[in-house]
């Protein structure tokens, strides 16, 4: 259920029967999206940062140690619809964590992978960019399958690379 806050009304919202709703200071959220849902709380994740207009996280079905996504915190669904300001925000956490997990990980090197639609293989209509650590050899295909992660390893590499945070 997609919803426009009171800051500014868009009339591409108005479909009655669209999920899109407000919540608190986030002017667009879906009740469908998992990714909305982990921006409410409503459903957990290991969270790695914070800010007004981002989250960053572990993905949970890894495809290398260190794998994180960064999200706006507005539900919008791909790299046609979000705004230039908060795709900005948005590369600038990317940005941030990418250097964190460079610096905690060591990995031989990191891609940045952001599907747009079905032929991209995008599996969740909430734009968001993966920060993916690669090691020489280790053969990850950028359509890796969705392979559930040891939370407990997920957990702990979150940890790791959360102390490193500049403050
Ligand atoms: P994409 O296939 O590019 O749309 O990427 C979506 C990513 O979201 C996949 O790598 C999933 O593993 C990841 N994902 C889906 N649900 C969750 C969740 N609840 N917590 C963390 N990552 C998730």
Same mark, same amino acid.
């Given at each position: 259920?997609?919803?426009?806050?009171?800051?500014?009304?868009?009339?591409?919202?108005?479909?009655?029967?669209?999920?899109?709703?407000?919540?608190?200071?986030?002017?667009?959220?879906?009740?469908?999206?998992?990714?909305?849902?982990?921006?409410?709380?409503? =459903?957990?994740?290991?969270? #790695?940062?914070? !800010?007004?207009?981002?989250?960053?996280?572990?993905?949970?079905?890894? %495809?290398?140690?260190?794998?994180?996504?960064?999200?706006?915190?507005e539900h919008w669904e791909d790299v046609y619809a979000i705004s230039p300001e908060l795709l900005a925000a948005t590369v600038q956490?990317?940005?941030?964590?990418?250097? =964190?997990?460079?610096?905690? #990980?060591?990995? !031989?090197?990191?891609?940045?992978?952001?599907?747009?639609?079905?032929? %991209?293989?995008?599996?969740?209509?909430?734009?968001?960019?993966?920060?993916?650590?690669?090691?020489?050899?280790?053969?990850?295909?950028?359509?890796?399958?969705?392979?559930?992660?040891?939370?407990?390893?997920?957990?702990? =590499?979150?940890?790791?690379?959360?102390?490193?945070?500049?403050?």
């Amino acid at each position: 259920m997609i919803s426009a806050g009171a800051a500014g009304h868009d009339s591409r919202l108005t479909d009655h029967e669209s999920p899109i709703t407000n919540y608190g200071d986030i002017m667009r959220t879906d009740s469908e999206c998992i990714f909305c849902k982990i921006v409410t709380g409503d =459903v957990p994740c290991f969270k #790695l940062y914070e !800010d007004d207009q981002t989250i960053a996280f572990m993905d949970i079905n890894p %495809a290398n140690e260190g794998h994180t996504l960064v999200i706006p915190k507005e539900h919008w669904e791909d790299v046609y619809a979000i705004s230039p300001e908060l795709l900005a925000a948005t590369v600038q956490t990317v940005q941030k964590i990418a250097r =964190v997990v460079n610096q905690t #990980l060591n990995p !031989d090197g990191i891609n940045l992978v952001q599907a747009n639609g079905k032929g %991209a293989a995008q599996s969740v209509q909430h734009f968001h960019m993966h920060i993916l650590p690669r090691r020489v050899g280790d053969e990850v295909k950028l359509n890796w399958g969705l392979h559930p992660g040891d939370m407990d390893a997920v957990k702990d =590499v979150c940890e790791r690379v959360k102390r490193n945070l500049p403050v």
